[in-house]
């Protein structure tokens, strides 16, 4: 699957302090350490819907890591997938009266477009569910090999299923107690009354074919992969048995990356399967959670199309902490355009203060578990003196927006 294009990465002289992210397992701040290459997987989306503002606000969070580890020298090595065959995809595709692939490929292709516009750094690898079939069937049956996997006892459907017990260590990345898995389990697609399974939170692997729904042959028999293998078997082939961050929205943090870390570690031994747990907040709207099943959604797209600049609603977003839930409102994205015109405005004088000690400050602030708030409140009071006409330094405009370019991904 073809990724998006890339936007060029200013470099900047020197490097700031490591970076620090809050690792969910853990429940700490805690220093990345990847080698010359760091290695990154974020969950990708469901496609059967436009991308909206918390979409964007995750993956810019995850679009901070990367450009602060390319200023501290790293290569990095990202990979995203897209669920591209999923239930809501179907039941939206039957809803609608649309074909699934056609709605799949429609939405995959604006998400693209809105990541393009919002200047996030595409992954090196940009994978589908469907194109990845044959990896996720071969990790299903050496699971199933293995005796990490099992099939329930269902003449009909037979469906494999993953023993949560294997590892020892089912509920490390979440630490969620198993009443609470349970409940969480059953409220995002997970089936824990299924007759049959070892225990209730054991997810699906492989789900056999039915009746009216698309199937891919393989050993397993026709059928379809559960949601949290795909992403095991993706990152587990491009990135191997241990990675620096996984990544992706709070909501994720069980079932998904509690069971696709669990399939991973079963399958190669390596715990933890990702030495950070990095989540983002949610965007809220008329205080609920923005969602794709609450409807109240405010889509990147339709910002673009009424002319709002993507670099405003990149500030809009970075102007909160990527680990709170907050709220979107107009007033939000309105003063993030202010914000926008008043820096744009700072870099186009002939001189300014001197800029070095801002950079400094951006790199500290964003190695501080990505401290957009500090960072941007950094570049204001940089902005703000310069408008006053109190610096003299004629190289300090310049260095300002390239670092503002290369840290913070805005153009001015």
Partial sequence: MDTWAAVDLPRLDGAGPPLRLYDTATAQVRPTAPGPTATMYVCGITPYDATHLGHAAT?????????????LGHDVHYVQNVTDIDDPLLERAARDQDDWVVLGMRETALFREDMEAL???????????????????????????????YRVDDPEYPDVYF?????????????????TMIEIARERGGDPDRPGKRHPTDPLLWRMARPGEPSWES????????????CAAIALNRLGPQIDVNGGGSDLIFPHHECGAAHAEAHTGVHPFARHYVHTGMIGLDGEKMSKSRGNLVFVSKLRAQDVDPNAIR???LAGHYRSDRPYTPELLATAQERLERWRDAVSLAAGPPGEDLVARLRTHLADDLDTPRALAAVDAWAAEALERRGTDAAAPALVRTAVDALLGVAL
């Avoid at 993956?59 to 200023?71: E, G, K, P, S, T």
């Avoid at 200047?119 to 005796?147: D, N, S, T």
Wanted: proline letters at 4%; zero cysteines.
């Fill in 59 to 71: 993956y810019l969070a995850f679009d901070l890591v990367n450009r602060v580890w390319r200023d």
């Fill in 119 to 149: 200047r996030v750094l595409p992954p090196r690898h940009y994978i589908g569910a469907v194109e990845a079939m044959g990896e996720i069937a071969e990790l299903v049956g050496k699971l199933l090999a293995a005796g990490a996997a």
């Fill in 163 to 179: 023993d949560v017990s294997v590892t020892g260590r089912f509920g490390y990345e979440s630490n969620y107690d198993e009443a």
């Fill in 219 to 230: 050993n397993l028999g026709a059928g379809r992969p559960g949601w949290h293998v795909e």
């Fill in 315 to 317: 500030l809009a977003l």
